[in-house]
């Protein structure tokens, strides 16, 4: 159990355009899901938090405006990257808690990650 | 804001050695949790400790939480190739928000 999937897993983008990547709890329902983004050889930096029916909480410096979240159902949250621009080009990464238990046990479950090449 | 450093950055290690990996926060976190990154994956999920001075076992790997709750310790006995990828330790603030530490490449040759 606790099945994260991400999609896509590659995308290729003109710079200007916007790529929408989504996550998805398979097999749970996760109230809280997060977005990381990973640069090569380097660690995950969180970008925002994820709340079911509320607004994204976005970490310093993580533009809100141009990386769109929405958080519609307990099973998929969705990160718009809006007018692309090649330094936005990193590995994606999602991860969604339990719904249950939430504060006692946090383990967090990945998805695969989506890697963003803008062109 | 929280930081969480590991050192080394890299270790590479013939097989059948042992390997540590550190890991420390600016602050005192409410418990700190374990991941693996294979090359090319995404992190998997270890282990958590939650308590001070906590130590956990699986198999040839042993946790440690210090007494401070600051600092962390991650140990392989007889590494095996099997046992390469990066280890990121994460620490859990508030709000099951994690703040990932730098990671550290292990590397196992035969």
């Known amino acids: 159990g606790a099945v994260v999937s991400q999609h896509p897993s590659r995308v290729i983008c003109k710079s200007g355009t916007s790529v929408k990547i989504e996550c998805r709890s398979l097999d749970f329902q996760a109230t809280t899901m997060f977005w990381y983004r990973q640069f090569p050889k380097k660690s995950l930096m969180l970008m925002a938090t994820?709340?079911?029916?509320?607004?994204?909480?976005?970490e310093q410096g993580v533009e809100k405006d141009k990386f769109l979240i929405n958080h519609a159902s307990l099973t998929l949250s969705t990160l718009t990257v809006t007018s692309a621009h090649p330094e936005d080009s990193s590995f994606y990464i999602c991860?969604?808690?339990?719904?249950?238990?939430?504060?006692?046990?946090?383990?967090?479950?990945f998805g695969p990650g989506t890697r963003l090449t803008v062109l | 804001g929280q930081q969480v450093m590991q050192i080394p950055q890299y270790q590479h290690v013939q097989e059948g050695e042992d390997f540590t990996t550190y890991c420390n926060s600016s602050?005192?976190?409410?418990?700190i949790q374990w991941y693996k990154q294979r090359p090319g994956g995404h992190p998997v999920f270890l282990i958590q400790l939650v308590k001070s001075g906590e130590v956990k076992k699986q198999k040839r790997l042993t946790f440690q939480f210090g007494e401070a709750k600051k600092n962390s310790s991650l140990h392989i006995t007889a590494t095996q190739t099997t046992d390469v990828g990066t280890y990121f330790c994460?620490?859990?603030?508030?709000?099951?928000?994690?703040?990932f530490g730098t990671g550290t490449r292990l590397q196992v040759t035969l």
């Open positions: 994460a620490g859990a603030g508030t709000a099951s928000k994690l703040t």
């Open positions: 602050t005192t976190l409410s418990n």
């Open positions: 994820s709340n079911e029916g509320s607004k994204a909480t976005y």
């Open positions: 991860s969604a808690a339990r719904a249950s238990g939430l504060t006692a046990y946090n383990e967090q479950f």
